[in-house]
């Protein structure tokens, strides 16, 4: 093995990459998926599959290894080295190095010339004397800057910053300006990876046991528990999350916990799925759900979200919405109208729409004669409680005019 001892705290050119080893702990690798980080190949394969790797391994072939940034190392004297910041960079470089472990990754290589080759035996790095020292510079560049990762990522590598370094004085305040973030979303960020661990702990529920493969939708869950429906559903109090703590959620309230987490993301082994179908409104529509007894019940008893979200929404909201989609329907219909070639099947269910339409104007003519001798109910007065909506008067017979008839 190659000697090659670099100072602390500065860059060093010429360090043999056969010296260079992967972070098996890289926050890349945190989608909350099992990837095996024993071997090389299993990095590399984790890593493609999180990110692919052909564009930095078309850059290296194209333009040689453009040794501008360094990456960011530590480890003893001589080596080896953990590269704490550039793993996909490693990745890359042996990959190119090793057409056989390319083959293995099943990672296609382009041409690699002579000169590439050339370019990838050394490179400049950067070591540390612990990983506190990179991890302002790594933050801003994968949290704000122009690497990012994907939220849970980012979340997982602030809160072990703030768990690692909270004895020595350090504060989420301090966290946010170093990485150039608002303190909010820091402090957001490292109370829902306190209430994901203690689900998991709890084994109230397993990333990998989630519906929908993929990354892991770990904003579904911190915007969840910023919401205060979600906060009442699980107790917790305004303020939860100024100061995190480990298990924030009342062992009363763990089964809740457990079945809101089941509604954001699914569960694999019951082939339950996810009720989120886009975050919003859908995230919205559940923290609404959940805070209404009636709609809750509905949810727990099978019924879809939008049929258990009815019971929120105004009866008005309700009606307009479902004769407006009936109408855009119709509509449609009219549209394909020159295609209908006097099918006898399709003419029946036309007929049957007709029946419905006629039904339907006759309740809605009738609702609305029975109303007439008052002001018609505002949208605002539909949704108020029932106990708050006075019963409707009977108005005597006499009383009513009778239609005057017209002269022919």
Not at 10 to 36: I, K, M, Q, V, W
Not at 251 to 256: F, L, Y
Not at 269 to 295: F, T, W
Not at 375 to 395: D, F, G, M, Q
């Amino acid at each position: 093995m190659p000697k090659f001892s670099p100072a602390f705290g500065e860059p060093a050119r010429g360090c043999p990459t056969s010296l260079l080893e992967f972070d098996r702990s890289n926050p890349r690798l945190l989608t909350g998926d099992d990837y095996g980080t024993s071997a090389d190949e299993d990095v590399i394969s984790a890593l493609n599959e999180i990110a692919p790797l052909e564009e930095v391994i078309t850059s290296i072939c194209t333009n040689t290894y453009l040794d501008f940034e360094p990456l960011i190392i530590i480890g003893p004297d001589d080596g080896p080295y953990r590269v704490l910041e550039g793993n996909r960079r490693l990745a890359a470089i042996k990959l190119i190095s090793n057409p056989q472990l390319a083959k293995r990754c099943r990672i296609s290589l382009p041409i690699v010339s002579n000169a590439v080759l050339r370019s990838v035996k050394t490179v400049t790095v950067w070591r540390v004397q612990s990983e506190s020292d990179a991890q302002a510079f790594i933050g801003f560049k994968h949290i704000n800057g122009p690497s990012r990762w994907d939220a849970y990522a980012k979340a997982r590598f602030v809160s072990d910053w703030y768990k690692r370094e909270r004895g020595n004085g350090l504060t989420i305040d301090q966290i946010a300006r170093q990485l150039g973030d608002d303190n909010d979303t820091i402090r957001a960020y490292i109370s829902s990876i306190c209430v994901l661990e203690q689900a998991e702990d709890r084994n109230l529920f397993e990333i990998r046991n989630r519906f929908n493969r993929g990354k892991f939708a770990f904003s579904h869950l911190y915007t969840a528990l910023g919401r205060a429906e979600y906060q009442e559903f699980l107790g917790l109090e305004k303020g939860w999350n100024k100061e995190p703590i480990p298990n924030p959620v009342a062992r009363r309230n763990e089964d809740k916990l457990k079945e809101v987490l089941s509604y954001l993301y699914g569960n694999k082994k019951d082939e339950m799925p996810s009720l989120i179908r886009s975050q919003n409104p859908d995230l919205k529509h559940i923290g609404e759900v959940i805070a209404n007894p009636v709609s809750l019940e509905k949810l727990r008893g099978g019924a879809t979200l939008s049929i258990a979200y009815n019971d929120v929404r105004s009866s008005y909201d309700v009606f307009s919405e479902a004769i407006a989609q009936a109408t855009l329907k119709l509509t449609a219909v009219m549209d394909a109208l020159p295609k209908y070639n006097g099918e006898e099947n399709l003419l029946t269910i036309a007929e049957e729409i007709l029946e419905q339409a006629e039904t339907l104007l006759d309740v809605m003519r009738s609702k609305r004669k029975r109303l007439s001798a008052k002001p018609l109910i505002s949208k605002n007065e539909v949704t108020a409680p029932k106990r708050a909506v006075a019963k409707p008067i009977a108005v005597p017979k006499r009383a009513v005019a009778k239609p005057v008839a017209k002269k022919r």
